[in-house]
């Protein structure tokens, strides 16, 4: 098994793009969701799923949207990047078989946005 | 989810136990305490839960008290390749709020 897999692993922006970060795992997990990670700082729930067609906000969803088609893709679009957007994006799977409810993390995705 | 409190930071020589400790004074019967480590740059790691029991894998030990109010992850020969920020998190295991509540933390520095 890959795990939880991101992409790209860096990416610089402009303020005003668009852009979509992927996320996909390949564990047939049905929740995932989105963090993101500011300098310094703990991790912060951006929107998550509970399963295909389902999509719920986290703390901080303003400025993001999300969907989820597939079990196994959860992507993250920015609408309009901002500098305030500059973060480390990480993407996290998991499972209530068992009612372990661990959560598997990606490696993140690294985005600047000048 | 209950509220912990963690050192901020802690030093360990490499080879020896390093005894992480946690308060969560306020956790409820169905709480678990859950312990994660984010190595540099790296995503966040699972590394042990556990409800009232003591709990061991591959990775460490948990050790949970009695009125389940303090628990310590124990990393039983540490090596460099543990230093990390490890946090400990209290939540129901299935909650219908997926948010995993990352606080400081503490910072464990493995020196050899």
């Known amino acids: 098994n890959a795990g939880v897999t991101q992409t790209p692993k860096f990416q610089v922006l402009k303020t005003g793009q668009s852009m979509t970060l992927q996320c996909a795992q390949d564990?047939?997990?049905?929740?995932m969701s989105w963090y993101r990670q500011d300098p310094g700082m703990g991790l912060r729930l951006i929107h998550y799923?509970?399963?295909?067609?389902?999509?719920d906000q986290g703390e901080v969803p303003n400025g993001y949207n999300v969907s989820r088609s597939t079990t196994e893709d959860f992507p993250l679009r920015l609408l309009s990047a901002a500098p305030s957007q500059t973060s480390v994006y990480f993407c996290?799977?998991?499972?209530?078989?068992?009612?372990?409810?661990?959560?598997?993390f990606g490696p993140g995705t690294r985005l600047t946005v000048l | 989810d209950a509220k912990t409190t963690q050192p901020t930071s802690m030093d360990c020589a490499e080879g020896r136990a390093a005894n992480l400790p946690c308060n969560h004074s306020?956790?409820?019967?169905?709480?678990?305490v859950y312990w994660y480590r984010q190595i540099h740059s790296q995503g966040p790691q699972y590394i042990i839960h556990?409800?009232?029991n003591n709990e061991t894998n591959e990775m460490a030990s948990l050790i949970i008290t009695e009125d389940r109010k303090s628990s310590t992850l124990i990393l039983p020969h540490a090596t460099l390749r543990d230093t990390a920020v490890y946090y400990c998190?209290?939540?129901?295991?299935?909650?219908?709020?997926?948010?995993?509540?990352f606080g400081a933390g503490t910072t464990v520095t493995v020196r050899a």
């Open positions: 799923s509970v399963g295909a067609g389902i999509t």
């Open positions: 996290a799977s998991s499972s209530q078989i068992g009612r372990t409810d661990t959560q598997y």
């Open positions: 998190i209290v939540r129901v295991a299935g909650g219908v709020d997926y948010k995993l509540s």
């Open positions: 564990m047939n997990h049905e929740y």
């Open positions: 306020t956790i409820s019967g169905n709480e678990y």
């Open positions: 556990g409800l009232k």
